[in-house]
């Protein structure tokens, strides 16, 4: 069963690659055709991004084989990647901002000297290129940095498919980009299938996924679980070997999510602690207020770009809002503004950002060093720190979080990025919040730390904490969180309670459709709070969940 | 000794293998954590090598009068390296240490001989550096530039200043004791050991506690690391490098009064070849010029190995141009060997 059908391209057989002491492959499978658009599925974290780094030479595997047109290779960097014909486009929208157009789409293609080519063929090459992404008019010598984000992530396709190419890699390439623009480009993959070249994609966009591939790879936990047909595939069928539950499809689209057992009903007796009164994010959107409960778990939704972020900036006063305030609710009644990041902090509203190495980690520094930065704030005696009372937080703190950890003073490199992120939430935790605003803190977490951390919030809420949760899986919006604020232009256009809501009701709200919402943000007030905890999700949510399924 | 603090150790170490779990591939782990440690310690293995070597081949090395004239030079270069060692750990630079000796020199110099009194002297020099410092600290943070350049601008108009005071004056004077602080010959009180050498011992011990058990030496690491990262974990980034330059400045002018002794006349010029010693110590030690790691005692090392290597090169008869190329050559092969972690690949 080897390669005795010899019609494929690329053939992998057990691949897999750790780093420290995440294995993040530990045995995929793949085998791609000529003439064949492949997609590759998955969750987040179940190696398609380290599988493709592999394809594309930019990390090597630890074992497994690599066959390449017959021969078994190893691809030792992105050079001879692409000399052998394999052009990815990374899921980082890698350009070099002041640089043109033309020099970008160019880029690393310079031999010693620069002018290796005509200008007139670079020219010729460019335009040619572009306008198979539908980008015509696209003027070559523009700086990159005025471009939009989907036509700078169309010009890395650019730069992909300029080069002489058998196999084609999109690692979420379609994210930035409008129908129509996504349209233009599945015209070019499907023309280059049709000359017997073969792409291989991912997409978090399960339409995109279904409508495009020819065939479906899934991994899960950095193992393939399932290749299957595009005929054949199904929705709830990629989604099931996706998750490993089986009869996902129930799980995720009728009951939301395991809850916590019996605990509080959502009565209207949370007391509130923080309170947002015609925040307006940007010129053009709606005002909105809402309040969030002790113990609630408010999650945040929307695609790319539309506002969530900018919200949760606004909470944590990083941003200041074009209209509007948010107030921290004390006990006994008073209400304070928050006006910048350090009042915010002083009010008890802690921050985990979403960028976890740029924005949270102290690389060179230790696990403990990394958790009790923020300590030392009260745990110190006339600036002198006062380490016992800290180690025994932190000792709480790891054991209570299931840290794993050699030891508390190796370099936090060393930790799995979900321990990792363990870390950074108990920075705050162990400040004791009011308010936790967490904006993503699941990504590229792997699936058992994701459920330890699921845990971690749900005790927190538990004790009291208001948790403001982003995230861009829908997924975990459902198993996690209360109610769910879905974000639309800059607008808030639904508050959907968790209980009630299907994952089809968050996505149809993510793209605008009203339904969802059923018709929330147009009341006037206080869309958010009580008025639809009751009855009002209801009946939206039955007649959507009849054609649930996707289309 | 000094890496086994139970908290705290974050002294540049690379990366150990994580214990738990199961290792990629174990052997190579090992090795790799064995080399990584090996080449972390190299700068207190250097030190009684290099004393042991200059046994060797200069007679009459093991005296103390050679010992305590090691020391001093060590003293100076370690005193002047201090701030920096802080400076760099918070992610900056500070380029300005030169010229705060040189002016602090002159100022001495001048004063003294025009019989101020010492302790005016030394508190108009303490303010005038912190000062200096706040400003090298301050500038960088409003105009968002890296201290590498407010510090160098301030370098220019501090050495500008000293310059146009001592524009001519050859004459000055400073106390007896002052001179005999930094004489081989010099005793403390009773202790026979020149003043500087003890300053030195007690700043070290200060600076390595510092930077360990306070608030601030903490914030420190956490700026130089990232920046972003510590703005978001509310760490007082502008009061971090105020404290740190000011710190740095103090030093430098601790330096030129302890120059000024060493001459007994203005000099503006004086503490020229500090511009790259400081930052060869800090290097040598195993410092990160990239901020972050690091440590004060891994300075002291490297100031120590730059004196006994000078020492040894000039003992065997070697010139100062072929010094020089000797701790360039030192500069290059330590610091490649430092900090040879996981590749940044492995961290994703």
Redesign the interface.
Known sequence: MSSADGATRLVIEGLSR????T?ALTSATLRVRPGEIHSLAGENGSGKSTLIKILSG??QP?SGTLTWEGDVTRLGNPSSAQGMGIATVFQETLIAPEMTVRDNIYLGTDRLFRYGRRKGEEVAGARQALSDLGLDGLDLDRPMWTLSLAERQLTTVARAIIRPWRLLILDEATSALDHHQRDRLFDYLRLSRSEGKSVLFTSHRMDEVLGLADRITVLRQGATVATMAGSEASRIGILGHMSGRAGVGDVVTAEPAPRRPGEREQGPSQRPVLRVEELTLRATSKPISMEVGAGQILGLAGLEGQGQVEFVECLSGLRRPAAGHVLALGGNGESRPVRS??GA?RLGIR?V?RDR??????????V??NF???L??DL?RL???R?QQ??KRFDDFAGSSRL????????I???SGGNQQKVLLG?WIAMRPRVLVVNDPLRGVDHNTKEELYGLFRRLAAGGVAIVFLSTEIVELLTLTDQIAVFHEGSLVAMLPTEMSSDTDVVAAMFGDQRAGDGEPGRDGEPGRDGQRGGDGEPGRDGQRGGGADG | MTDSS?????D??????????????TSKTVTAVIAANFTNWLPYILVPVLFILSLFFISGYFSKLSIISLLILASLLGLSSLGQTMTIIAGGIDLSIPAVIGLSDIIVTQLYYKHWSLPVIFLAIAALAIFVGTINAVSSVLLHVHSLITSFGMSLVVSGVALEWSNGATTGAVPGWLTSSVSAIGHTGPIPIPLIIIVWAVASVLAVAFMR????G??T??LG??A????????RSTWVLVVVFSISALCAAMTGVFFAGYSGIPDPTVGQPYFFLTITAVMIGGT?LLG??GGYLRTVMGALIVAELTTLLVGVGFNASFQELALGILVIALTSTYGR??KV????
């Open positions: 750790s780093f420290g002491e294995r930019v990390l630890d990041y350090r902090n921050y950002p190495r740029h924005e949270g980690l102290f690389g060179p520094l230790s403990f060093d009790a930065v923020t030392w704030t110190n600036g002198w720190l380490r800290a180690r794993v950890s050699a030891s508390p003073r190796h370099p490199s060393t930790l920075r | 139970p908290i705290s150790a974050t540049g170490s690379p990366a150990p293998a994580p214990t738990t779990g199961q290792p990629a591939s058990l306070t608030r601030v903490r914030e690491y956490a690391a990232n972003v990262a510590a703005r978001l974990a509310t760490v990160s972050g790691r972690e996981l690949a492995a961290k994703i």
